[in-house]
């Protein structure tokens, strides 16, 4: 079974129109995250969650949404495209809280990404 | 705000060379460091993870060394092979929040 999954793979549309990619993770961790990679192969985080809880979000436009559910599932919601949105999205999660061991958090485990078009 | 610096940024060697990839970050108050490898048009796949008490971890050819205090991760790979080919990518976690911040990678070419 994938652990992190995404859907679709590949999105591509046109500008001004609304997208949206969906998420989901089995492996019970209670933090989702969504990143974004730029042309230049820069991974950078756009929204952190924590048991449905919005815990960050950089400065990102906010016609990005997120959406989560549930624990195991977090939307990314988009509304009217722009040319700059194309780039691979990626969903990751990772256990945050109640661990038994120090340093925070355990690993994080990323979904094969999603590469969004905007033509 | 942490920042994250991976040298080289690129490298191409031929199979079987021992190899280091170095990675600073500028916030020592870390809970955790992970390295991760991305292979083109793919997700990123975790290599290692090494919490802040720790100093290295060990995986197959794979050692990775932590160094809190001067900010310095680094990953070692052992008789390198076509299919180490990728790029790798170390991601401190720190803040209240537990975010990790990636570099822009170490891009390996090793070649038969």
């Known amino acids: 079974d994938t652990a992190v999954s995404q859907t679709p793979k590949y999105l591509v549309t046109q500008m001004g129109n609304d997208k949206s990619i969906k998420c989901e993770q089995n492996l019970g961790h209670d933090t989702m995250y969504w990143y974004k990679q730029d042309s230049k192969k820069f991974l950078k985080i756009m929204f952190s969650y924590n048991n449905k809880e919005l815990i960050i979000n950089e400065t990102v436009p906010n016609r990005f949404s997120p959406k989560s559910p549930d624990k195991a599932h977090l939307n990314l919601h988009i509304n009217s495209l722009e040319l700059g949105d194309s780039a691979v999205y990626f969903c990751?999660?990772?256990?945050?809280?109640?661990?038994?061991?120090?340093?925070?958090?355990?690993?994080?485990?990323f979904g094969p990404g999603t590469r969004l078009t905007v033509t | 705000k942490q920042e994250v610096t991976q040298i080289p940024a690129a490298l191409s060697v031929p199979e079987g060379e021992n190899l280091v990839l170095n990675c600073s970050f500028t916030d020592s108050a870390i809970y955790n460091l992970q390295w991760f490898r991305q292979d083109p048009g793919k997700g990123l796949t975790s290599l290692l993870l090494i919490q802040s008490s720790q100093r290295e971890q060990t995986s197959g050819r794979l050692n990775a060394s932590l160094d809190k205090s001067s900010g310095r991760s680094t990953l070692y790979i052992a008789a390198s092979q076509p299919g180490d080919s990728a790029t790798y990518l170390c991601a401190p976690s720190s803040g209240g929040s537990y975010i990790p911040t990636f570099g822009r990678g170490t891009s390996l070419i090793v070649h038969p």
């Open positions: 990751a999660s990772s256990q945050v809280r109640g661990l038994k061991i120090a340093g925070g958090p355990r690993e994080q485990y």
